[in-house]
């Protein structure tokens, strides 16, 4: 059988301080957070890859979004874990893969060629992340003999505790784009990173998608 990555679009969160379901949020004209990383993370190759969603309405609003992708969208299945139960609940979703490529929903910023590279990376080292002047990045790859340490990774402070532990057996890879470094957090990294409100971006997304 021949190596898999399956993808993890981490964006069951309550979007409390900025206000609104982030994976719905414009990204650069006609398309939504969550609609940019699905369709890198499925045009790197990554099988499967699963969203998980937020409750109630946003939920529902995320999932249209993604009915035009392959992709599988499921609720967090342990949300008082927030970011670790996100990663319990793709690594029940995904069959056993052999590595899973991870981003909040909130670190837009990637392409095809860094997903790729993390992902290929992986196959020889137990977890690989993006590094920009001596920072790690978005998205982060991890391997299969970690999955034991990320299905329990709650209690020691998620997968970035994981990374901490592994230490040296994470592959770093040197990356130019500084936005792998960034998160869209709040209203104001929106109109920092964009150069535009959120209202407005959103007012343009409707008009172009008519």
Known sequence: MSWRAAGLIAAAGSSVRMGACKALLPFSGATTFVERIAHVFLSAGLDPVV????????GAAVEHALA????????????????????VTALRHAAEPDALVLTPVDCPF????????????CQRAAAVAPEVDGRRGHPVAFAR????LLLS?????????????????VALL????????????TPEDYRRLFGVDVATAREVMSRRRG
């Open 174 to 185: 040197p990356w130019l784009e500084r936005h792998v470094l960034e998160d869209v957090d």
């Open 51 to 58: 969203v998980t969603i937020p409750p109630d309405d946003d």
């Open 68 to 87: 035009h992708l392959p992709v599988l969208c499921s609720h967090n299945e342990l949300p008082e874990d927030g970011l670790a139960g996100s990663v």
């Open 145 to 148: 003999v970690t999955f034991e």
């Open 110 to 121: 990637l392409d095809v060629e860094l997903v790729r590279s993390l992902a290929q990376l």
């Open 153 to 169: 990774c709650a209690s020691r402070g998620g997968p970035r505790a994981v990374l901490d532990a592994l230490d040296k057996d």
